[in-house]
């Protein structure tokens, strides 16, 4: 069984920027880079769940989405995620895997055999904490739990050393 962590993007990993769509405009997080980095060397597989209203909305493309997350990919460095899931449903509409919907977790769950013991949803918003909770994982509010994925970072590493 594999251990871990679904991160949601604006406001976790990359500065917030509504209905962003210019890859330009893709600014990581502070100390995010060097966090992704510890995680994924003490073993955890690492996803990225991200709900993109904007593309339901009409604001923006999934081609600018995908390339709004190439850019962060890019400014991470050798850092490479398992799997990535933009949910582009508007708010209105029925969800598929816009969180609050656990469906994106559960399959990754069941693909590569997660151990939900040793599995987070980390994300600064109510709704990423509620896709957690109803995957029946851990999850990490940043913001309010922890100040920066390098603070949950670092917490989780210290527990996991202890």
């Avoid at 990535?84 to 598929?96: G, M």
């Avoid at 151990?115 to 309010?144: C, L, N, S």
Wanted: aromatic share 10%.
């Amino acid at each position: 069984m594999n251990k871990s962590i679904f991160f949601d993007r604006d406001n976790t990993l990359i500065v917030d920027v509504p209905y962003l769509k210019d890859p330009d405009q893709v600014v990581l997080m502070h100390g995010a880079r060097d966090a992704l980095a510890r995680l994924e060397a003490a073993g955890y597989l690492i996803f990225l769940f991200t709900n993109q209203s904007g593309i339901g909305r009409g604001y923006y493309t999934e081609v600018e989405a995908n390339a709004c997350n190439d850019r962060m990919i890019e400014l991470l460095g050798r850092f490479k995620f398992a799997e990535i899931c933009i949910a582009p449903e508007h708010p209105d509409a029925p969800a598929v895997y816009r969180k609050p919907s656990p469906r994106f977790i559960l399959e990754m769950v069941a693909k590569y055999s997660l151990d939900k013991r040793q599995t987070w949803m980390v994300g600064d918003k109510d709704i990423d904490i509620e896709a957690g909770k109803a995957a029946g994982v851990h999850t990490a509010h940043i913001g309010t739990q922890y100040a920066s994925v390098a603070a949950f970072a670092d917490a989780l590493l210290k527990h996991e050393m202890a």
